[in-house]
């Protein structure tokens, strides 16, 4: 009786054991995850303050009229150019 409890208590010692060797493996992998996931958070935020900072430039009027002329050959209105129009006239 005694060497089948010794047994039972054995193989019950090695369930136990291999449980925790795979809840420790489990641990690190997903410790391993964790860190990269955090890692990618951190590229993220530095890429979102990047697009902001390069929004805010591009938007700017300065930047918006000097494109204008150079790049389409718009000039700015004036009286002179302008042409008004009236209702009644033929």
């Known amino acids: 009786m005694n060497g089948k409890l010794n047994l039972l208590l054995t193989a019950v010692l090695v369930g136990c054991a291999l449980s925790l060797v795979n809840a420790q493996y489990q641990a690190r992998n997903l410790f391993v995850a964790l860190g990269k996931l955090d890692s990618q958070a951190h590229q993220l935020d530095i890429d979102w303050a ?17 494109i204008a002329r150079t790049d389409l050959n718009m000039a700015p209105l004036t009286p002179a150019r302008t042409q008004y129009l009236t209702e009644g006239q033929k």
């Open 50 to 66: 990047q697009l902001r900072i390069d929004q805010s430039t591009l938007g700017k009027n300065a930047r918006i009229e000097q």
